[in-house]
């Protein structure tokens, strides 16, 4: 026959009760500091200076209005002039870099 005192249910229960306690203060615990820290980014010199110069870039228009107008005022009126050695030059030394490389 075994004989077991009639608290030993409250006990089991009381241990119950501190544990599920334990681990909700843990979790509790675990989300304050998690709220705590906030991602921060700081950024270098260098990544200031590119991100500068990419905005000034953007202000940049991607067409030059005032050259177009002027090239098609010239080719409208036949003034337009095509310098032959020029375009050669050119495509003699992007040929030959093109080899270098």
């Known amino acids: ?26 979790a509790a615990q675990q989300q304050e500091q998690q709220q705590a820290k906030a991602d921060t980014v700081v950024l270098s010199n260098a990544a200031k200076d590119i991100h500068k110069a990419q905005r000034q870039l953007a202000a940049i228009p991607d067409v030059r209005e005032d050259k177009v107008a002027q090239l098609k005022e010239q080719i409208e009126n036949g003034t337009y002039k095509i310098d032959e050695e020029k375009i050669a030059d050119k495509m003699l030394k992007d040929a030959l870099l093109k080899d270098l490389t």
């Open 1 to 26: 026959m075994e004989i077991t005192p009639k608290d030993s249910v409250n006990i089991d229960a009381y241990v119950n009760t501190v544990q599920e306690k334990d681990k909700a203060d843990a």
